[in-house]
């Protein structure tokens, strides 16, 4: 399998999209809930729009508003104290999203009240909405059924970021693309999330058709990060036909634009789901030092929806699950599915895929591998007893990654998604990961 490329142009990038160099002219215009209707339709490139605390009644109208590479339009409300809070209203999606580009919108707070609205929603008839920042939200309140979504894009879509956001009670946490396929989400980073007790998805991203052309939309192979989320189904999800899993990543492109791109997901806390699996993908895929804890049922599945299996990459995880921990199956046999340097406790620990390295036990087994894998959340704890996971050096297990979940250095061969011999960062529970 052909190695991605590191991480440092995606990390420049990111910082890039937190550190805009200031612009000559800019203007920081201070709004309220009396006057912020027009504050924001006058913004230009580089300019802030600073909202204060209060309850905003009008939703967030963001059509046609166009900023500028290096010089975004951002709209924010408090970073501490009160906040600014948007209500939902009937009839339309609190912030909408139409024609838009290069605008950041942080630090607010939205209220759906149980109504059948979207939080923030890129409306199905526009033509992009590209190099869109969403970062510090919380979104409440978006769980009147499973079709109503807490952040959703069903317009041709690409370098959106989607950060440090808290998601809780949607009937679906965040949507990517649209129903047919025909609405990409391409090149995207999705970090610092924490996704809980949505009735259908945390995440999904769907399949992709035929990439349609659309003039600046990336056609040079590129990828979707997913890193360092948080996404849980502890309570509250659908049962039955309606079940979901946590995350479920759809197909790119088959042919043409696209066909080579992937998803990377690390770093991810993947936990519970009474109904259905933590995660199920299909199509090109690299999942890597995460780790997944589901003690009523399955946790990775990579098998067909739309598509099949592609080019896939499993290593370097912790898996503690009460039945199938991962199960690789109906891959596209002119591509490799490797299963590799995984710690996997479960009722059926591996099942399909190329294995190489894993190590594997029961499920209650756990306990005797891992630090505190059972134990209450905001103690848990995946650690390798000691050095129980280190493989013999003579085993030269491909790294995606240099760095395990918690940013550790792996300076010998090992399993699972922590390197031992060191204590854990951090304990886990549900809250955003530091």
């Known amino acids: 399998m052909t190695t991605p490329p590191p991480l440092l142009p995606l990390a420049l990038w990111t910082i890039a999209a937190l550190v805009w160099p200031p612009l000559a002219g800019a203007v920081i215009h201070a709004a309220t809930p009396r006057d912020y209707v027009a504050v924001v339709g006058s913004a230009g490139p580089g300019d802030t729009v600073r909202l204060a605390p209060g309850l905003y009644s009008r939703g967030l109208r963001l059509h046609g508003l166009m900023g500028s590479p290096g010089a975004p339009i951002v709209i924010e409300g408090p970073a501490a104290g009160e906040p600014a809070v948007f209500i939902a209203a009937p009839g339309r999606n609190t912030v909408s999203l139409l024609d838009s580009a290069h605008v950041v919108v942080r630090n607010l ?194 098998q067909p929806h739309h598509a099949r299996p592609r080019q896939v990459s499993i290593r370097h995880n912790t898996v503690v699950a009460s039945a199938t921990g991962i199960r690789v199956i109906g891959g596209d046999e002119r591509f490799r599915q490797v299963v590799a340097a995984n710690a996997v406790f479960a009722g059926a620990a591996l099942q399909g895929g190329e294995q190489h390295w894993n190590v594997t036990g029961t499920y209650a087994a756990a306990a005797e591998w891992l630090v505190a894998p059972f134990a209450s959340l905001g103690a848990l704890d995946f650690s390798p007893r000691g050095r129980a996971l280190d493989l013999p050096a003579a085993r030269e297990v491909p790294a995606i990654d240099r760095q395990d979940f918690y940013g550790h250095a792996r300076h010998a061969p090992s399993a699972g998604a922590i390197a031992p011999g060191q204590p854990a960062a951090w304990l886990l529970g549900l809250s955003r990961l530091p």
């Open 109 to 302: 707070v939205l209220d759906g009240r149980g109504l059948p609205v979207d939080g923030v929603k890129c409306e199905g008839h526009a033509r992009f909405a590209h190099h869109i920042t969403l970062e510090g939200l919380t979104i409440r309140g978006h769980g009147h059924d499973q079709q109503t979504v807490g952040l959703s894009s069903k317009c041709p879509a690409w370098n959106w970021v989607i950060r440090d956001n808290v998601i809780e009670g949607a009937g679906t946490g965040i949507y990517l693309g649209n129903s047919d396929g025909s609405d990409p989400f391409v090149a995207g980073l999705i970090e610092g999330n924490m996704i809980v007790d949505s009735l259908g998805y945390d995440l999904q991203i769907k399949h992709q058709a035929p990439r349609p052309q659309v003039a600046g939309m990336p056609t040079a192979v590129s990828e979707t990060h997913i890193r360092r989320n948080v996404f849980s189904k502890a309570n509250g999800g659908s049962q039955g036909d309606m079940a979901r899993p946590n995350v479920l990543l759809g197909h790119f492109p088959l042919d043409g634009a696209g066909v080579d791109d992937q998803y990377r997901v690390y770093g991810n806390f993947f936990h519970d789901n009474p109904h259905e699996s933590l995660l199920q993908a299909e199509g090109n895929v690299s999942i890597h030092d995460n780790i997944f804890f589901n003690p009523h049922g399955d946790a990775l599945r990579l």
